[in-house]
Each structure stands twice: as C-alpha cells, then as structure tokens.
C-alpha cells in the first residue's frame, strides 16, 4: 500500500516523525514525502527532518512564502504532476495549514483518497485562515483521524460521524518520546538566561497577534514587564512584524532566541516556571509535560487543556503577568491525547481501508 504525505509547515514535521516511524513499522507500506516548501528556513524545516530521524522528503515543490491564495495555488499546481506520478492509495494531510489544503484539494480532484490527520479541531474563530483550512479539509477528505473526543463530536456535527475514526494524538507520541530522550540534556536558552533559574518559554507567531503593530506592541509589552525572565524563540514572521513596526522584541525580561530546534523546545519546557504561546502545539505540549500555559488567544482548539487552569486563554495582554506567575496547578492531567500509539494506529487505520 502507497501512502503519500504532504507537509510543509514546522508543526507538521513533527507529525510526519510519528507517522514515518510507524509506516516503517509495517512491511506492507511504502511511504512518499512530499515538501510543499511553505516553511524554508533551516530552522524552520531543515533541523526537525534531522533531529526527528525523517526521511528526507521524496519531492519538494520549493514554493515559499506569500499571500494565502498565491502560496496555496503554487502548491495545487505542483501537486498534479507528484499525483500522476505517484498514484497514492491514501494521500495523508496533516493538521491545518495551506499547505493542507492544497494536498487535500489537489488529491480528491483526481478521485485519489484523502485521509485528514488530526481532523476535527476547531476554534469556531473564522477570522483564523487555519480554521478555513480545517473545516475545508475534514469536508472534503474521505477518512478523518481524528486526535480526541471533542474532536470526533465536532466531526459528528457536521455530519461526518462514518468517516471519522478517533487515533489518540500523534504529537504526543513524539512528544513523550522526545522529552524521555532529552532527559538529562543542557538546556539551550538565549544568552542572558540562568538555565539554573526560573524561566519563562515564549512564542508568538499568530496573524492575528503580529500584524496589527498595536496589538503587537502591547502583547510585546506585557512580555517584557513579566517578573520571570523570558526565553522567547522567535519565529520569522514575528521577527519580520516587528522589525516592519519598528519594535523592539529584546528588553526588560525578554531574551530574544532563534527559533529552536524540536528537542531543544521540548527539554526548555519541561523545565520551565510556565509557557506564554499563541501555538496550537506547545499549549499541548507545556500540558503533556505539566508546565502552566499562557495562551495569547480568544479560544483554543485544545479545550482539555484548560481544566484545573493548566492551560489559561488570556484575551487582553495586560493580564499576562499575572497569568505567568500562576502557581503551578497540583492536579493530575487525564490521558486526553492517547497513550503514545496514535501513529501506529492512523496508519494500521488506512491498511484496513485501502
Ligand atoms: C503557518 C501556518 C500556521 C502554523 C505555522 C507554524 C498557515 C495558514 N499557517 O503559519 O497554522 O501554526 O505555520 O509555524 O498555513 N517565513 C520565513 N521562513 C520560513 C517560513 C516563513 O521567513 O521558513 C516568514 C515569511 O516572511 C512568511 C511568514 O514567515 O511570509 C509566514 O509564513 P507562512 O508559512 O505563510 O505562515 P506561518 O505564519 O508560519
């Protein structure tokens, strides 16, 4: 059986380790990467494909930034010609990015099936192009995998109870392996930072946190009056907002770091007082390896992670200092995300239906 994946983006890197590991657990598979080249930048993509183990990708189509629609439309048409080629029984798009969209669109107009990974999140926020991305995606893709209950009820609203099939989440299945593997590792904070210390982890990189340069400002502002000191690995687009802004990311309690590697990310957070994030992933991950989030946003497509505070939405960025300097919850956090097999079960889920 052929599986095709496509990917382009940091966040999916991480969900291809999970699957790519599985698919190479199961004789019968024969596994296709496909590199949209949505993200470029060594930091951005280079580094996860060496640290994970992945393979390197079979085919990139090197599109690069740009406006949604020009971005997306690049990637559609360099699909075709891998399609024809490869012929995939299953065509795999994970999470919620264009580049998502794009394999979703281009795959199900040549009658080729789709299987959606991580299906099923919502944030209900339409302003968010992930949420078109998502709910596009669930709609047109013939099998949904999807990471939680909340998901598959988001799925049988909508009418897609009989294609949906509930995985567990295969970030946790990396997540809980990198984070055993790093035990014990030095930690790699931006200069000015006592790893010995308290430390804050933070990231910024939503569109609708860094584009507009007074919502920027303040949120950059509340960053720096934060009592603990702050390891804010910065991501392009933020770098780029700012810097177009004329404001300043360094200053006060913010040490300005490059984007990190995966594992690097993982051992800085599970050591840290608390994570401030507008990210879908490290709000999950600061949950799987018990430190307290912060997030920078008016919903999230993580709801378990709110319970008993563990993870707290904050709207207006004046009330993150006291959202950072929460004591820790004392509570247990329920397996919500699946004990650690979700990719072996996503891809034993689409040999069954080949
Ligand atoms: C994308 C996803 C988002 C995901 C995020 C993870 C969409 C709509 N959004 O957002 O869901 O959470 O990836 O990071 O697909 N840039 C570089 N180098 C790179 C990549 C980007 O410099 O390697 C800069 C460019 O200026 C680019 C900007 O960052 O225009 C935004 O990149 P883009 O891929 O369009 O979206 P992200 O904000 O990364």
Redesign the pocket.
Known sequence: MKILSVV????QFVKLAAIADAAAQRDDVEHIIVHTG????A???DVFFADLRIPAPDVNLAVG??S?GR?TGAMLAGMDEVLEEHRPDWTLVY??????LAGTLAAVKMHLKVAHLEAGLRSFNRRM??EH?RVLTDHAADLLLAPTEVAREHLAAEGLAARTVVTGDVMTDVCLRVASAVEGEPLRLPEGIDPAGDYAVATI???DNTDDPARLRAVVEALQALETPLALFA???LV?KAEAAGIALAGGAVHVGAPVAYPDLVNAVQHAAAVVTD???LQKEAYLLGTPCSTVRTETEWVETLEDDWNRLVVDPAELPAAVSRPRPTTARPPHYGDGTAALRSIDALRERA
Do not use: I, K, V
């Open positions: 382009g983006a940091r966040p949505q993200h470029y930048d930091a951005m993509s930034s740009g949604h971005q999470g919620d990015t264009n580049s998502t192009p992930e991305n990189h939503r569109a991501h392009p687009r780029a990210s879908g992933g």
